[in-house]
C-alpha cells in the first residue's frame, strides 16, 4: 500500500495481519488497488479504535473522510458500518483515558541551558483534565459541573469524610 507523504507511517508493529487486535467485522471486496483493500479497511479500523477519529483514521492509511462514509453507505457495508460506530466510541474512550492518565500523573518536559538538555521536568495539565471530564458528563446526559445526586448524597449528609461532616473548617 503506498502512502502520501504528508501522511504519518503506521506506528511500528502495526499490521492488519493481526486480526484479533481488531474489532471483527466482513471486509468489503475492493476492486482497485488504491482504494479500501481489505488490508487498509482493517487498519482504518485499528487506527479508529485508537483515536476515535474519522478524518485522522482515513488519511492515516491515505483515503478521504468522505470515501470512508461512503465506504460505510455501500450496499453489504452493514458489519462495516458497525464496527466503524463501535472503533469510534472505543476510540473516543481510549483518548479520554489517555488524557485523564497525563492529566493526573503529568508528563515529561525536557529543560534545555546552553543549548543541551539538562533535564526533566513533571507537568500536570488541569485544563486538559477538565476538558475530559466534561466530555464524560457530556456523555452521560450532565451538563458541565453537575453532580450525580447519587454519588454526593453520602457527603451531603455526613457520611463522606471530612468535607462532608456539614461543619465548617477552623481557619
Not at 500500500?1 to 504519518?8: G, K, L, S, V
Not at 481510549?94 to 513533571?122: C, D, W
Not at 454519588?151 to 463522606?160: H, I, L, Y
Request: glycine content about 10%; some cysteine; charged content about 25%.
Amino acid at each position: 500500500m503506498e502512502m502520501d507523504h504528508n501522511i504519518p507511517p503506521p506506528a511500528p508493529g502495526f499490521s492488519h495481519e493481526d486480526s484479533d487486535e481488531i474489532i471483527p467485522f466482513d471486509p468489503l471486496p475492493c476492486r482497485r488497488h488504491d482504494g479500501w483493500t481489505v488490508a487498509r479497511q482493517r487498519d482504518f479500523i485499528r487506527y479508529l479504535q485508537m483515536i476515535g477519529m474519522v478524518g485522522a483514521s482515513a488519511k492515516a492509511v491515505g483515503k478521504s473522510p468522505a470515501s470512508a462514509y461512503k465506504l460505510r453507505q455501500r450496499a453489504g457495508a452493514e458489519s462495516f458500518a458497525q464496527a466503524l460506530d463501535l472503533a469510534v466510541l472505543m476510540g473516543s474512550d481510549n483518548v479520554r483515558s489517555m488524557a485523564i492518565e497525563r492529566a493526573v500523573e503529568g508528563y515529561k518536559v525536557p529543560y534545555f541551558h546552553g543549548g543541551r538538555q539538562r533535564g526533566e521536568t513533571l507537568r500536570y495539565d488541569n485544563r486538559l483534565l477538565m476538558t475530559a471530564l466534561n466530555a464524560l458528563a457530556r456523555m452521560q446526559g450532565k451538563t458541565a459541573g453537575e453532580v450525580d445526586q447519587d454519588t454526593a448524597a453520602p457527603w451531603r449528609n455526613g457520611e463522606g469524610g471530612d468535607y462532608g461532616s456539614g461543619q465548617k473548617r477552623q481557619r
